[in-house]
């Protein structure tokens, strides 16, 4: 504004510039409310929507853990099952070497050794 003053007439600077500065700081003003009634409302809808995640999140979180418990059981069952299986296997390969000892007592057979781990 500075520089337009010392182009134009005195009284014209007396008496316009004010009135253009007034109304130029009134549309600034009138500018600057819209944007921050705008900006208020995209913060809003940004908690709505961080909330809505968060809660998802959690839901996500809590299935993920449930499901890893459940996971973690079923693995504990099976090892155990699978245990069990080797003893009855090693039980079942000593019966059948006493068996094969008694038939055939100068060879020497070792079946547990194949399947052991």
């Not at 245990?83 to 100068?106: G, Q, V």
């Amino acid at each position: 504004m500075a520089k337009v003053a010392t182009k134009v007439p005195s009284w014209i600077s007396k008496i316009l510039l004010p009135e253009i500065r007034s109304i130029v700081k009134e549309e600034i003003s009138n500018e600057v409310k819209v944007l921050d009634a705008k900006i208020s409302a995209l913060d809003s809808t940004l908690e709505e929507r961080t909330k809505t995640l968060d809660s998802k999140i959690v839901a996500l979180d809590s299935k993920l853990e449930e499901r890893t418990k459940t996971l973690e059981s079923e693995i504990s069952s099976l090892r155990n099952e699978m245990l069990s299986l080797r003893s009855e296997m090693n039980a079942r390969f000593d019966s059948i070497e006493k068996r094969a000892r008694a038939t055939l007592p100068t060879q020497s057979y070792s079946l547990r050794n194949n399947f052991t781990a």
